[in-house]
């Protein structure tokens, strides 16, 4: 699993960065894979409410939310994190936030669904210094569209009142323990998932419909992942027009390596598209080959053809593995 955090705290190794960690690293210990992300250190500009997310798809403004946008997608289980501010989250998660509005328009303005969106999951850790009964209650409602937003499903908050001097979270009785507790909670069921790895050579059309079917239909079943021997530098753009007509969206992926796949990760089946390419193998995992035709250079109906075949084999695969 992947796991996305987001420390929004402008104090460097403050509070909130310290319970993220605990949270994260309880992930780690377990197996799975995690990301910390210091939004308060990143180039992320401010919404325009230009309206072109919602016209086109995506946001113009070049900045760090573009290398983010590919993140937020992949991850399973994202955690946001930060300190109230006036009883909302700080100056530079809300501008964060904000930025969201690109995934959000690509669901409910352009109706196209990542294909994590059913499966992927949000958490809120927050802390305060007063003790005020509603002190996180303009944060949770944040959060909870923010996650949305994002394609995952509000799972709660941890959040801690009168936290102010630097370290009082190491001092509290529960703060990190529980972290880790709702960390172990949270990742356990993605940690045991079956793993596959979908591969074709430049990890452009077949693959990666094969990864989104999979990922749509069974994602809280299989950890998908695919990749190629010789990726290309952009998925086929025919192909992400025919997986939206099926309402799937493939936006912000880039083809892969099979040598760039993490040494922790091992797959427990490998499927091949049909590639001529000798694919390196993985001790103790099942092999399946897929003979499709390759539809790069094909008609805009061939491509279509490949879908549908495709969708049928993976529908297939994941009755056979699962029952």
């Known amino acids: ?164 001097k630097a370290g009082d979270i190491e001092t509290h009785p529960t703060a990190l323990a529980e972290a880790g507790e709702k960390a172990r909670e949270l990742a356990t069921p993605f940690l045991n998932r079956k793993k596959v790895l979908f591969v074709c050579r430049e990890n452009a059309c077949r693959s990666q ?27 086929n753009p025919m192909m992400e027009k025919v997986m939206a007509e099926k309402g799937i969206d493939m936006a912000y992926l880039k083809p892969g390596s099979i040598a760039d796949l993490p040494n922790v990760w091992h797959p427990d089946t490998m499927v091949s598209m049909g590639c001529e390419d000798a694919f390196p193998g993985f001790p103790g995992t099942a092999v399946k080959e897929w003979d499709l035709p390759d539809p790069s250079g094909k008609s805009l109906d061939f491509m279509r053809d490949v879908r549908d075949e495709v969708e049928k084999r993976v529908k297939d695969f994941i009755e056979v593995i699962t029952f």
Do not use: H
């Open 1 to 164: 699993m992947f796991v996305l955090g987001l420390q929004g705290s402008p104090r460097a190794k403050g509070n909130t960065s310290i319970l993220l960690s605990a949270f994260l690293d309880e992930v780690e210990r377990l197996g799975g894979r995690v990301s910390a992300l210091d939004v308060t250190q990143t180039k992320v500009m401010p919404c325009q409410g230009c309206g072109t997310c919602e016209r086109k798809g995506y946001c113009p403004l070049d900045d760090d939310m573009q290398t983010i946008y590919p993140l937020l997608r992949k991850a399973d289980l994202v955690v946001a994190a930060t300190p109230i501010y006036f009883y909302g989250p700080t100056a530079q998660m809300k501008a964060f936030i904000d930025r969201s509005q690109a995934l959000w328009a690509r669901k409910y303005a352009l109706g196209l669904e990542d294909p994590g969106r059913k499966w992927r999951q949000g958490f809120l850790l927050a802390l305060g210094a007063t003790k005020g009964k509603n002190l996180f209650d303009g944060t949770n409602l944040t959060a909870k569209y923010f996650f949305d937003a994002v394609g995952a499903g509000f799972e709660g908050t941890l959040g801690y009142r009168q936290l102010e």
């Open 209 to 235: 419909m094969a990864a989104a079917f999979a990922r749509r239909m069974a994602g809280d079943r299989f950890e998908v992942e695919s990749a190629g021997s010789a990726p290309a530098q952009e998925i």
